[in-house]
Structure formats: C-alpha cells, structure tokens
C-alpha cells in the first residue's frame, strides 16, 4: 500500500517515503553518509523559531524573544554574508564539487526514476549535455563506449541532450543513440554538447543583476526586520521606564 503513495505519514511521527531522489542523494554527494534532506529539516526549524519568536515577541511586547529574534536574525545576516565571500574566494573548488555532483548523478542515471527526471530537466532547461561535455556520459555503464557495453545506448546520450527540432511534436527518445560516435562537427548537430558547468556559469552572467538584486533584497529585509524589532524593543523599555 505504501508502495502507492508519495509519502505516508504514520501516528508514530515516522515519515516513510517509498526510494526516490530524496532518499538516495546521500550515495551520490561526497557528505560523508549525510543525508541533505536533514538541512532542509534545520533550516525549516529555524525559520519556525525565528517567525514564532518575532511573532510572539512582538504580539505580547516580550522583549526577550524580540532581542532573541534580532541577535539570530543578525547571526544569520553574519553567515550569509560569510558563506557569500568564501563562494567568491573558492569559487574554483565549487565548481569541482558541482563538477562531481553532476558525473555522481550520471553515474546513477538509471539507478533512480526521479534521478532521471531530474538530470533530463536540467539538461533540457540548460540546454547541456553532462558536466562538461557529452563525452561525460561515458561514467554511465549503459552510454559508455567499450567494447564490453553491449547496450543499445552504447556511445549515445540521453534524450534530453538531443537538439529540439520545433516541428516535432512527440519526444524521440531514441534521438541521443549512436550521437558520440559521430565526427565532432555532426555532433553539434544532433546533440548540446555544451556541458551544464559552463552553462550555468553563462546563465549566471547573463542574469548576474536579478541574481544580485534577489540577495540584496532579502539581505534589506533581514536589516530591516532587525532594526524594528530593536526599534519596538527601545520603545517597549522607554514605556516600562516611564512607569
């Protein structure tokens, strides 16, 4: 029964999902056995401690859970801003572990269904063809080209790499076979053989303003959610000292 639902959540608090991309990106991120899926549960908590300690604070003019609310609001301020200016600086061993995230997923391409979707989606929406370059789609047992490989997929690629031709209205998933076995310039023809690194770096080039201006943004809102609640907790003691 549970083999039907996305996700089954019993009385014992025990959240039980059947295998999918969730339960496996620990095998495929260099994490030590960490499963990322626990940060996104940290991150959740804090934001629910952070909303209910400004909320509350404010609702019933507790100056602690106001102070406690802007000291970690700041705190996070401090590490954003951190984790931003150790990006620039190591920028190059980022795009290592981006590097070896993307060749972990190709590795696994088949293992997972939603593995898959996922590779496919981001290939189609960057328009790119393993981490840098079709030829990346040898890790993968099915699309490698030796001569043991006895698959039909031999020396080809996933679908998603393959050209979009606007005139066809069905996918041809057949599209990607044989591709990697053609001269280079033929390639270019029938496949993206730009590598997704490289493609997102262009993206973030080209979108570098909305990028910037997404983090400025929320780095306003964090300045001015702590200067009002610093503001309310003034106004809060003013009062109480005029008792």
Known sequence: MLKNCP????PCCLLLCPQGVLSNISSITDLGGFDPVWLFLVV??????????GCIGALRENTFLLKFFSVFLGI?????????VLAFVFKDWI????YFFINNNIRAYRDDIDLQNLIDFTQ????????????DWNLNIYFNCTDSNASRERCGVPFSCCTKD?????INTQCGYDARQKPEVDQQIVIYTKGCVPQFEKWLQDNLTIVAGIFIGIALLQIFG????QN?????????ASW
């Open 226 to 229: 702590i200067c009002l609640a």
């Open 95 to 98: 795009k290592d572990q981006l």
């Open 166 to 170: 606007p005139a066809e209205d069905v």
């Open 76 to 84: 996070i301020f401090f590490l954003e801003l951190t984790a931003g």
């Open 7 to 10: 996700c089954v959540l019993v």
């Open 232 to 240: 309310l907790v003034s106004d809060i003691e003013a009062v109480r």
């Open 124 to 135: 189609e929406y960057w328009q790119c063809c393993g981490a840098f370059g079709a030829d």
């Open 44 to 53: 959740g908590g804090v934001m629910f401690i952070l909303g209910f300690a």
